[in-house]
């Protein structure tokens, strides 16, 4: 099993910056890749970025290439989602994910982020 821990998310003007973190614990030495989601009410949760360990390969949506960047810190348990240039549209819950072998997903609780106009 992995634990993860959430930090990071709240309120921002619209072209603000936030900085999420996520903490894995527990079987993390296990972990091929982490990320993140977002969620709106009434959607899907939707894939913003990820970060495969080995490799450090990253992937992002088009919507925020270029504004969004996830890094992992010098402990390769946690990932970082940098969200600078926000907009209204990026506003949700963002979860934090890991992969490990044989399909098994971890799932953080979530942190809300919320961009006003």
């Known amino acids: 099993q992995v634990q993860l821990v959430e930090s990071g998310g709240g309120s921002v003007e619209a072209g603000g910056s936030l900085r999420l973190s996520c903490t894995a614990s527990?079987?993390?030495?296990?972990?091929?890749?982490m990320g993140w989601y977002r969620q709106v009410p009434g959607k899907q949760r939707d894939l913003v970025a990820s970060i495969i360990t080995k490799e450090n390969v990253t992937n992002y949506a088009d919507s925020v290439k270029g504004r969004f960047t996830i890094s992992r810190g010098n402990a390769k348990n946690t990932v970082y989602l940098h969200m600078a240039s926000l907009k209204p549209d990026d506003t949700g819950v963002y979860y934090c994910?890991?992969?490990?072998?044989?399909?098994?997903?971890?799932w953080g609780d979530g942190t809300r982020v919320t961009v006003s106009s």
């Open positions: 994910f890991t992969d490990r072998q044989y399909g098994r997903r971890s």
């Open positions: 527990g079987s993390a030495f296990a972990i091929l890749a």
